[in-house]
């Protein structure tokens, strides 16, 4: 009987590990389609729909059990995998491939033990950038393991091994768990601190004790977590000490002691081996206290280490900050420096090499400038598709100065693109009511009245109350739409009634068909019915007045000033 070889292990397999994520593992599964040869998912106790939806979509789960510590969970999920390398994400997660067979030649010709990513932790539902890091989530699966109960951390799984790391392009990762909303809703907080607590208990020592004090940082306890770090600062193992220096400077620098925060910034250079990490951290000090010319000096060293890096800032203890980051974070802080067109020539620089979080301080930059039209080449709508939507609901979550012009000058540039009529509706406050005029009908022709401008104005809670009657009002009158009668209904009943003369007026104007509404939904007690009528009768409409300085007085009761008042009234509006 002849031999046949056993087939080759798959490439590239996704590791996940979850609890109760019906709510979000479809989204990450669905990314996953066409990237990996196999998903394995290690599910540590759900009690939804979570095993039934992972399974639905053909990954193969293995059922385990939760340990509260996610190096442990991170090893059983990559000792099931069958690939030669592992791609690592959460189920709150999405794995955002640039090019497939780009990525998968890289892998089969690489010598790394692991591929360092951009990983884009959202601030909202919409998917806006709130912060970037660097991490190692394409690993190379039988050289390397975790170690930690929280904060885990990559190691090669050969004794006195360096972990050789490369950096890719090809992958990001975009990831929603550190929304506020989420954090609290899963109790993520609490269940990070039993973590390290139980891990102090185990023996972890200062390693837990560090832990312990990020945690508590990133839940907004500060001074908890820098008794941690004064604690754990001293530690003989040096990642722990590099750990809370760098990690204590920070916190300290959001208590605004950033003039302590330098002694600790010293300290992690005689810690540290790698000055690049350092120069960042001391930037971010220096930024606090204002020191311009330092800051800049410390961020171009920064950069210059990470030049001869790969573009990546040398770090002793794994991952170091990406360079378009650091730049970004010098054109920004140069920006709140005044220093305008030098921050801008660094955020432009760091925009063409990918960064994200700059887009609303770039293009309100530009708008000063007068030279928006350098924003539009950036944003070529017709190029990198999914660059250009991260860009825009960047601009959405964080409007500021210039986006209503930068969204003319889009639309200039690329009449009819299907991106800029989505846009629009995301940014109805900033624009004028010409514009939302405009838009919405653009909206409508696209099918989408769903999304139409003038609707959210009307229940914006960022304008005020002329605008948005004036949008509901404009609803009613081109558009003959309910979401405005129910605007014009809900604004005029709470309206300041000594608006009521100019909103006649204006609605008279620009939408005589929403007047009648806007009258008799303003009227809501006899107060305000002599208000309204004489508002009326200001603009010669004395009739009107007539019959609603009536109606007024019939909606409750009218102390004798106010029927003085209206009496008054009566007799100058008599015919």
Known sequence: M??????????????????????????????????????????????????????????????????DDFGRSRNEVLDHCTGRWAVVVDADEVLFVHDVAGLRRTLRRSRADALQVTVDSYRDDAGTVGMSHQSLRVLRRRRIRYEGRLHEEVRPNRSGATLQVERT?????????????????????????????????????LRGVVDLGRTLAAAGRMEEAMARFEEARHADDGFVRRTALAHGAAALVTLDRAGEALSWVDALQDASRFSGAVDVAR???????????????????????AAGNAGVVPHDDGVGAAAERVR????????????????????????????????????????????????????????????????????????????????EGLDEAHPGSAMTVAFAPLVSDQLHLEQAVKWSARARAAGLSAHCPLANRVSSETLDATDRLLSAAVLVELFDDDRGRHGVEAVAAVVDPALFAGLVELVGQLAPAALELLVLSAVTNPARGVAMARALGSHGERDAAREILAHGLTLGHVDPALRDEAEALRAELAP
């Open 2 to 67: 002849s031999r046949t070889s056993p087939p080759p292990a798959p490439l590239l397999s996704a590791a996940i590990i979850v609890r109760d994520e019906e709510a979000v593992i479809q989204r990450c599964l669905a990314s996953l389609e066409g990237v990996v040869d196999e998903v394995v998912v290690l599910d540590t106790g759900s009690i939804d729909r979570t095993v039934e939806l992972a399974r639905a979509t053909g990954a193969r789960v293995v059922e385990g059990e939760w340990y």
């Open 169 to 205: 392009s090809l992958a990001t990762i975009g990831h929603w768990g550190y929304i506020q909303r989420i954090v609290d809703e899963r109790g993520k907080t609490e269940r990070n601190i039993r973590i390290c607590e139980t891990a102090i208990a185990e023996g972890a020592g």
């Open 283 to 305: 930037a971010e000090v220096l930024v606090a206290l204002g020191r311009v010319d330092a800051f800049v000096a410390a961020y171009e060293s920064a950069l210059a280490a």
């Open 328 to 407: 970004a974070d010098l054109g920004l802080a140069l920006l709140d420096a005044g220093r305008t067109r030098e921050g801008v020539a660094h955020l432009l620089e760091a925009a063409g090499e990918g960064a994200m979080r700059i887009w609303p301080q770039l293009v309100a930059a530009y708008h000063q400038l007068g030279q928006l039209d350098r924003v539009v080449v950036l944003l070529d709508l017709t190029g990198d598709v999914d660059r250009c939507r991260m860009v825009l609901a960047e601009l959405a979550a964080d409007p500021g100065p210039g986006v209503s012009e930068l969204l």
